[in-house]
């Protein structure tokens, strides 16, 4: 069969390819389709073609799976979340072992590595501790909408369109999201309606209402309300304010986030307090953390303190180690760590990260952990003591290789290594490799259905 673009075909999906594209080989020639399941028949519409490869658009679906499964969510199919809803979460897991594996092995290029089981999330549904809510002033309908003429396109508030800047889904309930979150997520919906104030336009960049972030501590049962906005109208998101303060107990925290900026993303240029405090307050194993509306937190909380268990148990300190976390966020590894280390020091670039991070110390009563703002490069030969242990918990682009350079040259005993992308993961411990083996990776899901899959690896150094 020869594919060539525009042109459709009847394809049977075999595999699942990391990114969580489904995966095709018509005479052995990889087409990659969203929206798939192995063993779906499908009808596709090339997209794109390329020498070795291409990507099709699904148009429908002519025999589904046998291990198709219907999504709780009937957003699944449409949002950018949870394009996984519909495959059993047993087998989420393998996949997501097994595109660890064959990152390691085919990006990485090392064999033999023992990757373990995955490290299931539990929950599955309603996990998320934050989310954050577009606003459109045109909605995107969804087909039944579409079929039905006396609904009409008006304001909306969720989540994109994948893909998409400017197409927003109506979203009336989110199944990643502690439920409460959706009754906050509709009394919004029906006051912005009501308030004569219109929506962000995403194109014209004219409008009112622009994001609301929720983030819920799961320990406390506190939730954050952020409503983000162009301009500022205090009278107007007061009343908003109230009538949720009044409505719900649990909302501790009611913020006003204002910004004029073009971006796509709620960042603020002032922050105005409408209710209750600045923040709430989550706790990982023993440790309590103060989370305003714009800090860096994990996303699921129950996961996360398996992620650094795992991470404690390969640093396996005893008490007398000098720990250096390279990138340590707002401390939460590092607190973590710093019962069974002699020290602990951070290095992070971002200034906000770091105040966040001596706050989180001092709210936990912890002297032995130290953090240093900066760029790894300028930090790091700065830094008296040597270290027994290493963590490095990068962004998803991974370590840049100068930054590998300077691990190397101060060849710590143990590094345990933190990932949120297999793939420079993989290309990361390649680069590593020539001084450290590989002892062991375990993945951890953080965010069950999706592709996404946390990894924790641990590195010994070469005699």
């Given at each position: ?31 990659f ?27 429908k ?6 291990l ?59 996990y ?30 969720g ?6 800047f ?5 979203i009336?309930?989110?199944?990643i ?8 997520l509709?009394d ?10 219109p ?7 004219e ?5 609301l ?8 049962d506190?939730?954050m ?76 909380t129950?996961?996360?303190?398996k ?33 069974t ?7 992070e ?29 300028d ?9 027994d ?55 951890v899901d953080?965010f069950?259905h999706?592709?996404?899959?946390e ?9």
């Open positions: 069969m020869s594919i060539k673009k525009r042109k459709t075909y009847e394809l049977e999906i075999i595999d699942l390819a990391f990114g969580g594209k489904g995966l095709a080989k018509p005479d052995g020639f990889p087409v389709i969203d929206k798939c399941v192995p063993g779906d028949l499908v009808f596709v519409k090339i997209t794109k073609k390329k020498k070795s490869w291409a990507e099709g658009k699904l148009i679906i002519l025999k589904p799976s046998e198709r499964r219907s999504g709780r969510c009937r957003y699944c199919n449409f949002c950018g979340g949870c394009k996984w809803q519909e495959l059993p979460y047993d087998l989420q897991l393998e996949y997501k072992k097994r595109h660890v594996t064959e990152s390691i092995e085919h990006i990485g290029r090392l064999k033999g590595v023992p990757v373990m089981d995955v490290i299931p999330s539990d929950p599955i549904f309603e998320r501790n934050k989310m954050e809510f577009s606003c459109s002033s045109q909605r995107w309908l969804m087909p039944e909408e579409l079929e039905d003429e006396t609904i009409k396109k008006g304001f909306g508030i989540l994109h369109v994948p893909g998409t400017d197409k927003v889904i109506d009336k309930q989110c199944e999201m502690p439920a409460l979150g959706n009754e906050i509709d919004v919906r029906g006051f912005i309606k009501e308030s004569g104030l929506a962000y336009h995403l194109r014209s960049h409008g009112f209402w622009r994001f972030m929720l983030r819920h501590s799961v320990a406390l506190q939730w309300v952020n409503i983000v906005t162009r301009d500022k109208n205090l009278d107007v998101v007061s009343k908003l304010g109230k009538q949720l303060a009044e409505k719900y107990p649990n909302i501790h925290s009611i913020v006003n986030n204002i910004t004029d900026s073009k971006s796509g993303v709620a960042l603020e240029k002032e922050e105005i307090l409408i209710h209750g405090q600045d923040h709430i307050t989550e706790k990982l194993g023993e440790f309590s953390f103060k989370i305003s509306a714009n800090s860096f937190f994990q996303t699921n129950r996961t996360c303190q992620l650094y268990a795992k991470v404690a148990e390969y640093a396996d300190l005893k008490g007398h180690e000098t720990v250096l976390d390279l990138y340590s966020g707002t401390g939460t590894i590092p607190l973590w760590l710093s019962g280390a002699k020290t602990v020091q951070g290095i670039i971002v200034s906000s990260a770091v105040i966040d991070a001596k706050k989180n110390a001092q709210l936990n009563k912890i002297e032995n952990c130290e953090f240093f703002e900066g760029d790894i490069k930090v790091l030969p700065k830094l008296t003591q040597t270290p242990v290493v963590i490095i918990d990068p962004p998803r682009v991974g370590m840049h290789k100068d930054v590998v350079s300077q691990v190397l040259s101060i060849h710590p005993e143990k590094i345990v290594y933190v990932s949120c992308n297999p793939a420079t993961l993989a290309r990361d411990l390649e680069m590593l490799s020539t001084r450290y083996g590989v002892e062991e990776i375990t993945p953080m069950p999706t592709y996404h899959i990894s924790v690896a641990l590195l010994k150094r070469k005699l």
